[in-house]
C-alpha cells in the first residue's frame, strides 16, 4: 500500500511560473499560474533573460497564492518538486533553488522533475490512468511518440527531425503577422477558414517510422503567403485569406501529427496488447488536434485521454503530480542535483534519420 501525500510543484522552464498544490488520491487543491507572455510578445517569442528576471521577482508570491489557495501550510507538505530541466537554463534555475531552499529549510524531501514527464503522466493525475499508454508529446520544443510503461519508464517511438508542431505553428504564425504565442493564435484565426484552400506538405506521411518532420510546413506558409500578398496587392479577390492559410497549416499539422501516430498505435499494441492513447503538451489544446486524434482512436479501437485545457499548457500541477509518484516510490533527488538544460526522456533512444541532436 503506497503512503499518501501532499506536494508542492514548481514550474518555470520557460515563461509561466506556476506553483500547485496537489495530493496523491489526485485532488488538485491549488494550481496558480503566472505568464510573463505580454513581456515577450513584443520581441515575437520568449527571450530568456526576461523570462528569468521575471521569474523571480513572482516565484515566491505564486507559492504563498498556492498555499493560501489550498488553505495550507507548509507544516501540511511532504514534499517539494520542481522541474529540473529541460528549458531555459535562468528560469530553472530560479524554481530549482526555490525547491532546494524550501526543502533545506523545512527538512522535506526534493524531487527534481523532468518538465516532459509532467507533461507524460498528467494523464494518471486527470483519468487515473494505468500503465502502459502511448503518448503523443506535442509541446513548444517537442514532439515525440513514446510508450510509457512506468515513472522514468519511457521507450521513444518517434521524434521529430526538425522542427516541433508547438515550432511549426508558432513560426508560423509569425510569419501570418498572428504574434506570439502563435498556437492559440492561429486556432482563433483559423475560425472560418479553409482547411484545404492552400496546398500544404503533409512530410513523411508515407514513411515507415514513426519520426516526424514539421520544417518544410513553415516554408511552404512562408513561400504562399508571399504569393497571396502579391496578389492581394494586385487587387485579386480570390486570394486566400489569414484564416484560410491559419485553418489549412492546423489541418496539415493534424494530419501529420494522426499519420506518424497511427503507425506508433500498432507497434504500441504488437508490444503491449494495450490500447490506451495519450495526447499531452501545448498544442494538444487545440481542438483540431483533437477532433483528429480521437477521429483516429475510435477508428483503431484506442481509447485517448486528454487533459483538460488548462493542464495541456504548462503548470505546476503536472510536476507536483510526478513528485507524488515518486514520493510513493521514495525516489528522492538529492540537494546537488544540477539543473539540466537537455533531459530526454528515453536516453537510449538512437537519434532520427537525418539529425542527431533533438532527443
Ligand atoms: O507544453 P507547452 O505549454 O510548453 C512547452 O513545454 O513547450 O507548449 C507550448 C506550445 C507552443 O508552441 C504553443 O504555440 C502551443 O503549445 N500551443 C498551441 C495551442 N496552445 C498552445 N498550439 C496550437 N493550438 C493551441 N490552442
Ligand atoms: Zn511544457
Known amino acids: 500500500m503506497s503512503t499518501a501525500c501532499t506536494i508542492l510543484g514548481i514550474e518555470s522552464s520557460c515563461d509561466e511560473t506556476a506553483a500547485a498544490i496537489v495530493s496523491s488520491d489526485r485532488t488538485v487543491h491549488a494550481n496558480i499560474i503566472a505568464s510573463s507572455a505580454e513581456l515577450h510578445a513584443r520581441y515575437g517569442g520568449v527571450v530568456p533573460e526576461i523570462a528569468a528576471r521575471q521569474h523571480l521577482d513572482v516565484i515566491r508570491p505564486v507559492i504563498e497564492q498556492a498555499l493560501s489557495e489550498a488553505g495550507c501550510s507548509f507544516d501540511d507538505i511532504d514534499g517539494i518538486a520542481a522541474t529540473g530541466g529541460p528549458g531555459l537554463i535562468g528560469g530553472v534555475l530560479v524554481g530549482t533553488m526555490s525547491a532546494k531552499a524550501i526543502a533545506a529549510a523545512r527538512e522535506l524531501p526534493y524531487f527534481a522533475v523532468n518538465h516532459l514527464e509532467g507533461h507524460a503522466l498528467t494523464a494518471r493525475l486527470t483519468d487515473g490512468l494505468a500503465f502502459p499508454y502511448l503518448l503523443l508529446l506535442v509541446s513548444g520544443g517537442h514532439t515525440q511518440l513514446l510508450c510509457v510503461r512506468g515513472p522514468g519508464l519511457y521507450a521513444r517511438y518517434g521524434t521529430t527531425m526538425d522542427d516541433a508542431a508547438g515550432e511549426a505553428f508558432d513560426k508560423s504564425a509569425s510569419v501570418l503577422g498572428l504574434g506570439y504565442p502563435g498556437g492559440p493564435a492561429i486556432e482563433k484565426a483559423a475560425i472560418g477558414g479553409q482547411p484545404n484552400a492552400i496546398q500544404l506538405p503533409r512530410p513523411r506521411r508515407n514513411a515507415a517510422d514513426c519520426h516526424f518532420s514539421f520544417s518544410g510546413l513553415k ?56 490500447r490506451q492513447l495519450v495526447v499531452a503538451g501545448g498544442v494538444a489544446a487545440n481542438q483540431t488536434v483533437r477532433h483528429a486524434l480521437q477521429e483516429l482512436a475510435t477508428a483503431e479501437g484506442f481509447t485517448l485521454s486528454t487533459p483538460p ?30 539543473p539540466r538544460p537537455r533531459w530526454p526522456l528515453d536516453d537510449e533512444a538512437p537519434p532520427p534519420p537525418g539529425r542527431g541532436i533533438r532527443s
Open 219 to 274: 516554408t511552404a506558409v512562408a513561400t504562399r503567403w508571399q504569393a497571396a500578398n502579391d496578389a492581394h496587392k494586385e487587387g485579386r479577390q480570390d486570394a486566400p485569406s489569414v484564416a484560410d492559410f491559419a485553418a489549412s497549416l492546423q489541418q496539415a499539422i493534424a494530419d501529420s501529427l494522426v499519420a506518424r501516430t497511427k503507425r506508433a498505435l500498432h507497434r504500441f499494441y504488437d508490444e503491449t496488447g494495450s
Open 309 to 338: 485545457l488548462s493542464l495541456c499548457t504548462d503548470n505546476g500541477a503536472m510536476i507536483a503530480w510526478v513528485g507524488c509518484e515518486y514520493f510513493q516510490l521514495n525516489r528522492t533527488s538529492p540537494l546537488t542535483f544540477a
